[in-house]
Structure formats: structure tokens, C-alpha cells
């Protein structure tokens, strides 16, 4: 499986138990909890971004 697509996994995963956690606290974002959560998730996110923009430049690369 590509990293790029374990990563999609892994996002989707912590998406939906923040998503659960903001439940359970009520709405509470700025709960320790969720905030720890969240910042995972940005993290994730910005990883994510940075190895498709990197994969996108190698392939057009490759393409000339």
C-alpha cells in the first residue's frame, strides 16, 4: 500500500474520532484533549499535502 494512501487511512481514522471526541466533550474544542487531537490531525494533513505535492513533481519529471 502506498504511503499516500496509508496516510488517507490514518486521516480518515483520526478525523472521525475527533469528530467523536468533540462529541463526548460537548462541544468543548478547546479541551486539551480535542486540541492535542486536532493538531494530529493537522500534522497528518500538512504530511500528506507534502508528499503528494513531492510525488506530483517527481512524476512530471519523469514525464519531460
Known sequence: ???LRQL???IEKV????????DVKKGHFID?????LSEYLDSLIVKYERNKT????????AAF
Open 1 to 3: 500500500m502506498s504511503e
Open 8 to 10: 488517507q487511512m490514518e
Open 15 to 22: 478525523r472521525t474520532r475527533l469528530h467523536e471526541l468533540v
Open 32 to 36: 486539551p484533549e480535542v486540541t492535542e
Open 54 to 61: 513531492t510525488l506530483s513533481q517527481a512524476n512530471n519529471k
